[in-house]
């Protein structure tokens, strides 16, 4: 897409346009670069009582889903309920960062402290802070779990 907005301004410039134009071209691409950039969140927002909390994505562990609600679990093991649903959360995230392992959870890389295999193909994942519940890897997606710790 960039690559369109900056072939638009080349031939602008070739054809000698008004400068008007090409300033607003300018600021067309300035702004799709600052898109492009912004495209992961990085805070969420969490209403405890009348108290709204912003948590940054520096300060997650992870989330997890229960009750049918979406937690956030941070770094100093404070649990946070937000407004999302796991599956809404994994375009919003950078994939660098967090991958879905199962179901119930979506883990950040910081956060896993230890993997082991585990029957069937899958793997069992130690977190920090703990999480209650044994965190496996789902057979489906313990492929692409490997791929991405191996990036």
């Known amino acids: 897409m960039i690559?369109?907005?900056d072939s638009v301004i080349k031939y602008l410039n070739m054809d000698h346009q008004l400068d008007?134009?090409?300033?607003?071209?300018?600021?067309i691409r300035d702004?799709?670069?600052q898109a492009l950039n912004n495209i992961y969140k990085e805070r969420f927002l969490s209403k405890t009582g009348i108290e709204i909390k912003s948590i940054t994505v520096n300060d997650i562990a992870y989330f997890f889903s229960e009750d049918n609600c979406t937690h956030i679990r941070t770094v100093d093991n404070r649990d946070y309920i937000i407004d999302f649903k796991l599956d809404e959360l994994i375009s919003l995230l950078d994939p660098s960062l967090f991958f879905?392992?199962?179901r119930q959870l979506?883990?950040?890389f910081s956060s896993?402290?230890?993997?082991e295999s585990y029957f069937n193909c899958?793997?069992?994942v130690e977190l920090s802070p703990n999480w209650h519940i044994q965190s496996i890897v789902s057979r489906e997606r313990a492929f692409d779990f490997?791929?991405?710790l191996d990036r």
């Open 112 to 115: 896993i402290q230890k993997i």
């Open 20 to 27: 008007l134009i090409f300033l607003d071209i300018h600021s």
């Open 3 to 5: 690559d369109s907005v």
């Open 122 to 124: 899958r793997f069992i």
């Open 146 to 148: 490997k791929s991405w």
């Open 100 to 102: 879905r392992t199962n």
């Open 106 to 108: 979506v883990c950040k």
């Open 31 to 33: 702004s799709v670069h």
